[in-house]
């Protein structure tokens, strides 16, 4: 799980844990956020077999070095040896092969129009009584084959199976 130490990412870091904790018994994360950019970069070349990489947010490592968001993925991109999904439309193309992606371009026009019914004076309530949902749909890059491999493994875990999928 690619993940950088900000605050925000901190933040992330603790929801995403608490979140994911029903998993490990049939998945091994592994977090990056104690790590600095050329360290996951390291890692990500070396991963072993049936392991995915999950780019969440990579702003400031852990030497607190910044990172560009773009760069960071295109840097993970050229040298990862496993797939790497994403969590944002925006980073099809960039280096992710794909997953159920949350469609930012949607969200932020959803998001636009709730601020202009609240500027124009609609009740708060009224604006949000009606809860904005990410509609995500799975698209993938032209490697999407990873994506087929993956889904098979996961449906053998969850019919039971025991061996983990490192993440």
């Known amino acids: 799980m690619v993940i950088g130490n900000s605050s925000l990412e901190q933040y992330w870091?603790?929801?995403l844990r608490r979140e994911y904790q029903t998993f490990t018994n049939r998945v091994n994360f592994t977090w990056s956020n104690d790590l600095s950019l050329a360290?996951?970069?390291?890692?990500?070349?070396?991963l072993p077999p049936q392991t995915?990489?999950?780019?969440?947010?990579?702003?400031?490592d852990?030497?607190?070095e910044p990172h560009v968001q773009g760069q960071a993925l295109a840097a993970l991109h050229e040298v990862a040896n496993a797939p790497i999904f994403g969590f944002g439309d925006y980073e099809l193309g960039h280096g992710i092969v794909g997953g159920p992606l949350n469609p930012t371009d949607a969200l932020g026009r959803q998001a636009a129009n709730v601020a202009v019914r609240i500027l124009k004076?609609?009740?708060l309530s009224a604006v949000c009584s009606k809860e904005i949902h990410s509609h995500c749909t799975g698209v993938q890059d032209m490697r999407g084959?990873?994506?087929?491999?993956?889904y098979a493994h996961q449906a053998n875990l969850s019919r039971g199976a025991k061996e983990p999928l490192g993440v």
């Open 121 to 123: 004076g609609k009740a």
């Open 145 to 150: 084959q990873f994506l087929a491999c993956l």
């Open 52 to 60: 995915s990489i999950f780019y969440f947010l990579l702003t400031v």
């Open 13 to 15: 870091l603790a929801y």
């Open 39 to 46: 360290e996951v970069l390291s890692k990500a070349a070396r």
């Open 62 to 64: 852990a030497r607190g």
